[in-house]
Nanobody, 123 residues
């Protein structure tokens, strides 16, 4: 699976951004896809994910503000980020897990990664 993440940028606190992750090679609807972020000096953490079934999961830090969706026709997933905070500043990555792991909150469970897109939220 080849993944391309895009949509990052600079936004003021309280603003919104929509990230996208376009895939080629395999249909995303068959796998778990997650968005991770990594801030300088910190570990990569899951912020949102969607299982092959369509069910979603979110970290407590973004729940209620971020929404993940999937466009099967375009083989793309999106992350709508609202009410952004300075602490959301990070490089955001999309990852695909193909082995039906139960450890979906763990970066090492994911088999394919996009290149990352930078989100900067100014205060």
């Amino acid at each position: 699976v080849q993944l391309q993440a895009f949509g990052g940028g600079l936004v003021q606190a309280g603003g919104s951004l929509r990230l996208s992750c376009a895939a080629s090679g395999r249909p995303l609807r068959s796998y778990t896809v997650a968005w991770f972020r990594q801030a300088p000096g910190k570990e990569r953490e899951v912020v949102a994910g969607m299982r092959w079934s369509g069910s979603t999961f979110y970290s407590d830090s973004v729940k209620g503000r971020f929404t993940m969706s999937r466009d099967n026709a375009k083989n793309t997933v999106h992350l709508q980020m609202n009410s952004l905070k300075p602490e959301d500043t990070a490089v955001y990555f999309c990852g695909v897990e193909i082995q039906r792991s139960v450890a979906l909150w763990t970066a090492t469970s994911y088999d394919f990664w996009g290149q990352g897109t930078l989100v900067t939220v100014s205060s």
